[in-house]
Nanobody
Framework: QVQLVESGGGLAQPGGSLSLSCAASGAIFSIDYMGWYRQPAGKERELVARITDGGTTNYADSVKGRFTISRDNAKRTVYLQMSSLKPDDTAVYYC??????????????WGQGIQVTVSS
C-alpha cells in the first residue's frame, strides 16, 4: 500500500501565492512520476504539473511561468509552488504518484485532495 498525504493550500487573493506539498509513504521501491492534478467544481480533473525522478518537468499551459513543481526524492515528497494566482486556479488539488512497490508491483496512488481557493 502506498499513501499520499497532502498539505498546504487554503485561500489566497488574486496575484498571491500558495504552496502545496505531498509526502508518499508505504512499501515503495521507487517513484517514477509525482505530480499534481486539479479539479474545479463541476469540471474534469486535469494535469497541473508532473516531475520525474530525474527532475524532468512538464506543466499545463495554463500554469507555465506561474507554478513550479519540485521533489525531494530522499523524502519522497513533491512540492508545488503557486504564484500569480488567478481565480481560475480555484480547485481541489490532488497529488499523484506512479512507481514500483517493494514487491515488484507497479502502483498509482492519489492523495485525498486539498482545496485551493483564489478570491478577493
Amino acid at each position: 500500500q502506498v499513501q499520499l498525504v497532502e498539505s498546504g493550500g487554503g485561500l489566497a487573493q488574486p496575484g498571491g501565492s500558495l504552496s502545496l506539498s505531498c509526502a508518499a509513504s508505504g512499501a515503495i521501491f521507487s517513484i517514477d512520476y509525482m505530480g499534481w492534478y486539479r479539479q474545479p467544481a463541476g469540471k474534469e480533473r486535469e494535469l497541473v504539473a508532473r516531475i520525474t525522478d530525474g527532475g524532468t518537468t512538464n506543466y499545463a499551459d495554463s500554469v507555465k511561468g506561474r507554478f513550479t513543481i519540485s521533489r525531494d526524492n530522499a523524502k519522497r515528497t513533491v512540492y508545488l509552488q503557486m504564484s500569480s494566482l488567478k481565480p481560475d486556479d480555484t480547485a481541489v488539488y490532488y497529488c499523484n504518484a506512479l512507481g514500483e512497490t517493494t514487491t515488484s508491483n507497479y502502483f498509482t496512488s492519489w492523495g485525498q485532495g486539498i482545496q485551493v481557493t483564489v478570491s478577493s
